[in-house]
């Protein structure tokens, strides 16, 4: 007899994920989320989104940034997405533990949410908040990028759309299937869409082009974030002459994404250089854990309460880099501070934990939100069975999150 985790996971690998579990784990059993709890994340986001767009924040933030992130853009990034901890014990004092201005995995859980809820008993569906059906949310995604295209070039523009990410990750990463879900949905909308690595562009005349045809937007998902290595040269022509469309880009990595800046948004020492204000500084530090960038003086603080950080490597990405706190100590921040590997250390935020059935373990849960304009669209999450590393081998994996019924995810853009 066929099983519904059977059922699901087939559903998905048809859709276009890869194999599951195999290649990328989804845990078939669902997180949900209080209204409540949503409704104060969205007005977290709204003031986020209010402190990192301010000419005080982005003129200090970027003041020692490399010289391509200093200059404002006005691209807004339409896969924005936040990650939160709901602390077991005492989920309503939820926490930001990090920022990405273009989370990987928004198609990927857009399909683990709808696909799950059809699945779901009519019972089981009635305190649940329905999901976007695929369809409708690419519709949305479409949308968004409409919105920002027209807003950038005035009009929807001429040219190719590019998805652009670093060539090892087109050919070996997890989320290559994505990149062409992604473009296979939007040359159904009848645009022009190529996935590429940043090597294999070239300019003219300032121009970004790709095999002969002329770029005007790029999804950018690659991690080189401020665009060193020689491969961005022709796009940084491009970008800093205004001719194409990127996000996220240097800009924006530097104001919102960089770890750095989780310092500066739970700790008050900047306020008043920063132009946050009072009201919005309770919040902040209310749902930030306290993060510092390490340095020479306060290297030994912080090492000496080691057991209450993790530390992260501040331009690290997918768990990359991440120490614990039982593999570090003075000697070895001193060591990666010598040779010019940045970390952060952040205060330890519990997550939820999800009773897994038929199953002698629990998973230890995180919510991921994202949202555009303030407008939270799509929720996900991932289980671990570490309550401290992300390992999303099976019995872990992403997972099928809803809100409770009564919280409404998007509105319209236009």
Not at 294 to 300: C, F, H, Q
Not at 316 to 343: I, N
Request: one cysteine or more; charged letters at 20%.
């Amino acid at each position: 007899m066929v099983t519904i985790k059977e059922t699901f996971w087939s559903a998905l690998t048809a859709a276009g994920m890869p194999e599951i579990p195999e290649q990328f784990s989804v845990v078939p059993f669902p997180q949900k989320i209080p209204q409540a709890i949503l409704r104060e994340i969205t007005t977290f986001i709204e003031i986020f989104e209010r402190v990192t767009t301010r000419k005080t924040w982005w003129q200090k933030v970027t003041a020692s940034s490399p010289t391509i992130a200093r200059f404002p853009r006005q691209e807004v990034c339409f896969f924005s997405a936040w990650d939160f901890h709901l602390p077991w014990e005492r989920p309503g004092d939820w926490q930001l533990i990090e920022f990405n201005d273009n989370g990987s995995g928004l198609l990927y859980a857009g399909l683990i949410n709808a696909i799950f809820y059809q699945l779901t008993s009519t019972s089981e569906r009635r305190c649940l908040c329905p999901p976007k059906t695929f369809p409708l949310l690419n519709d949305w995604i479409a949308q968004l990028v409409q919105k920002e295209a027209q807003r950038f070039f005035g009009t929807f523009p001429p040219g190719l759309f590019l998805i652009l990410d670093d060539a090892p990750s087109l050919q070996s990463g997890k989320f290559q299937w994505e990149l062409r879900l992604m473009r296979d949905q939007w040359r159904q909308r009848g645009w022009p869409v190529e996935i590429a690595s940043p090597e294999a562009t070239y300019s003219q005349q300032q121009r970004l082009y790709y095999k002969g045809q002329p770029v005007s937007f790029v999804v950018n998902r690659s991690t080189d974030f401020f665009w060193t290595s020689k491969a961005f040269s022709s796009l940084n022509k491009a970008y800093q002459a205004g001719l194409v469309y990127v996000a996220p880009n240097p800009f924006t990595y530097a104001t919102r994404s960089d770890k750095r800046l989780l310092e500066f948004l739970s700790l008050p020492h900047w306020d008043e250089d920063l132009g946050i204000e009072a009201s919005e500084r309770i919040l902040l530090s209310a749902h930030i854990p306290e993060t510092y960038l390490i340095r020479e003086d306060n290297l030994e603080a912080i090492a000496s309460d080691k057991q209450e950080f993790f530390f992260k490597p501040l331009y690290g990405f997918a768990s990359r880099g991440v120490l614990p706190s039982s593999q570090v100590g003075k000697t070895r921040l001193r060591r990666l501070l010598k040779k010019g590997l940045s970390y952060v250390a952040q205060k330890k935020v519990s997550k939820s934990l999800l009773p897994v059935p038929n199953c002698s373990t629990c998973l230890w849960t995180d919510l991921r939100v994202w949202a555009y304009d303030g407008n939270i669209f799509l929720l996900s999450g991932r289980g671990s069975t570490d309550p401290e590393r992300l390992d999303l081998t099976y019995p872990g994996g992403w997972l099928p999150t809803y809100s409770h019924r009564g919280f409404q995810l998007g509105v319209s853009l236009f």
